[in-house]
């Protein structure tokens, strides 16, 4: 039976290749986004479009007129960890606000599962490499604060209303999609590899590496970075799971790059040298930041089809070749 979901954010990066992994499948989507970072583009033929403000009770309203829903998954937030650091308070009431009011709303119709997109940001300092579900959450910046707070308010919602959720805390997302429809375009763009590719294509200045003076073992940060099809993946397989019960997973490959290490292998795909300079660190970034995916891999057997980083970065190149505009149409 075709279900019909609510996925807010479903013009942005994540969101848009879910909504063509539930298409894919059959289902019916409406998307709630106010385009403030997400593309009309973006969103898949099929889905619904609805361009407001989760804050906006019209634009809610407009939205849950669609259902009933299946499941809400909800995407759209202030994400960036830097930003997070610069304005903490808009981060942690906005995200909360509008998180609440997405959580309320669905309970009030009736819904009964709930995704949330949550972020290895939980883990501030992790003492336990790759990172479990078990870690004590620790938040190193307003943004990772923000998500840890809908975290625990989904738990009351739980208690309280029955609504069963998945809580995701996605590694590095990154790629694009295997079939080429969409891709990864955020203004400003302030994420690795979209920049690193960027460089290469001289279509941006020089790459500045954020700190090499890190305690990994070339100075610069690693990271795990996720194809976002696998991504997609694991919600389709969270949604099954929630049928049954609430769960919380950390989703990586569980191998770590550095931004060297990154540099090195877009040189690599892509055939060209990407240049770059070292500068300071950016505040709010750890170090070290690996998932362990043991528990969804086993739990309810998810396996990357995309692991490799060369792959993750040539499908971005792929992608980024073909739109070198992205999603705003050439003049
Ligand atoms: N990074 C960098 N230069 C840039 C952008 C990012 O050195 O212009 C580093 C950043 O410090 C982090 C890693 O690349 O260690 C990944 O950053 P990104 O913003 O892509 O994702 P985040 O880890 O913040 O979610």
């Given at each position: 039976m075709p279900e019909t979901h609510l996925v807010t954010g479903g013009a942005g990066f994540v969101g848009s290749h879910l909504v063509l992994a539930l298409l894919a499948r059959g289902d019916r989507v409406v998307v709630l986004d106010d385009l403030s970072t997400g593309h009309a583009a973006a969103v898949p033929e099929g889905a619904v479009l609805i361009a407001g403000r989760i804050g906006d009770p019209d634009a809610l309203a407009r939205a849950f007129a669609?259902?009933?829903?299946a499941s809400v998954l909800h995407f759209a937030a202030l994400s960036l960890v830097g930003d997070s650091m610069r304005e903490p308070y808009r981060y942690l009431a906005e995200n909360a606000k509008n998180g609440l009011a997405l959580i309320e709303a669905a309970v009030a119709h009736g819904v009964t599962r709930f995704v949330l997109s949550s972020t290895a940001a939980l883990f501030g300092a992790p003492t336990t490499i790759p990172i479990p579900e078990d870690e004590p959450i620790d938040p190193g910046s307003p943004y990772g604060e923000s998500k840890a707070w809908l975290e625990r308010a989904l738990i009351w919602a739980e208690r309280i209303h029955g609504l069963r959720s998945a809580c995701l805390r996605y590694f590095n997302a990154a790629g694009a999609d295997p079939g080429g429809r969409l891709g990864e375009d955020h203004r400003p763009e302030t994420h690795l590899i979209p920049l690193v590719l960027d460089a290469a294509a001289g279509r941006r200045p020089p790459l500045t590496v954020f700190g090499d003076d890190y305690p990994t073992p070339d100075g610069t940060c690693i990271r795990d970075y996720i194809h976002v099809a696998d991504l997609a993946e694991a919600h389709l397989l969270a949604l099954e799971a929630l049928t049954t019960r609430s769960v919380r997973y950390n989703l990586g490959n569980g191998t770590g790059y550095s931004v060297r290490e990154v540099i090195a292998t877009a040189e690599r795909v892509t055939g060209r040298r990407v240049p770059h300079t070292v500068g300071p660190r950016r505040a709010g970034d750890p170090p070290v930041l690996v998932a362990s995916s043991r528990r969804i891999r086993e739990e309810l057997g998810w396996a990357p089809r995309y692991p490799e980083l060369e792959t993750i970065i040539a499908h971005a190149w792929a992608w980024r070749q073909a739109h070198p505009d992205g999603y705003r149409q050439p003049r």
């Open positions: 669609h259902g009933p829903f």
